[in-house]
């Protein structure tokens, strides 16, 4: 569970550094209609030091503040709605086996997902990946559906959810021994932390299934055992 606990310490880092940054900043409304926004170095009580949010420092006299005040900060990043849109996400699946508790199968998690976002709240894609459980490896293919909760905000929290077909490529040695293959999917909540119109930083957990077959092939007979891999998925990525 090593690889559960690192994206655990992650998403507390990330989570930390956003939401305890002010939301609020200092506005002043000058007498020759200028506004000022940033954070007061000084304030004296005949004149006042400003620091904008792109480093300029400006010293105003009070006579020419006309009203200072306690605002929102200001963003002017708005996240595209619309057009060709593309996620990469790494990450873990965690769980242990449910048919042998003792043994720790959680796996590591790769996949990339190429679609068209209609608008916020709706995107369709395709996607592909491999997965790398503790004795099964398999290469998943499947759609995605995706959308976002809220617009034009620099944190936005989305949902998603993925249904495909996971190939099993598990390479074998035995000639009596084959590996299948089966249906997965998958569906969970995350969130982007968005840099500017395009591209946003991706924290997400949800939960995803994948099955397969192991078959045992003997003199006249053949053994098969069904695999359900049922995992809680952790993943880190950005998406564009």
Do not use: C
């Amino acid at each position: 569970m090593k690889s559960f606990f690192l994206f655990f310490v992650l998403l507390q880092i990330v989570s930390v550094s956003i939401f305890a940054q002010k939301n609020t900043e200092k506005v002043l409304y000058l007498k020759n209609e200028w506004v000022i926004r940033g954070k007061v170095l000084s304030d004296d009580s005949d004149k006042i030091k400003v620091q904008t949010t792109q480093g300029n420092i400006f010293v105003f006299s009070k006579t020419d503040v006309l009203e200072m005040k306690e605002e929102k900060v200001f963003s002017n990043i708005t996240y595209k709605t619309k057009g060709f849109s593309h996620y990469t996400e790494l990450g873990a699946l965690a769980a242990r086996n449910t048919a042998n508790p003792n043994v720790n199968t959680s796996a590591f998690s790769f996949q990339t997902v190429n679609g068209y976002k209609f608008n916020q709240y709706l995107f369709l894609g395709g996607g592909v990946g491999i997965d790398l459980y503790a004795t099964q490896t398999f290469i998943p293919v499947f759609g995605s559906l995706r959308g976002d909760f809220v617009r034009n905000k620099t944190v936005i929290p989305f949902y998603f959810f993925d249904i495909g077909y996971g190939k099993n490529i598990t390479s074998n040695e035995n000639p009596n021994l084959n590996f299948n293959g089966g249906t997965l999917w998958g569906a969970g909540i995350g969130m982007k932390v968005i840099f500017n119109n395009s591209t946003g930083f991706l924290l997400s957990i949800g939960y995803r299934q994948q099955q397969g077959t192991e078959i045992i092939n003997m003199m006249s007979s053949s053994q098969e055992t069904r695999l359900n891999y049922q995992r809680l998925a952790l993943r880190a990525g950005f998406s564009f």
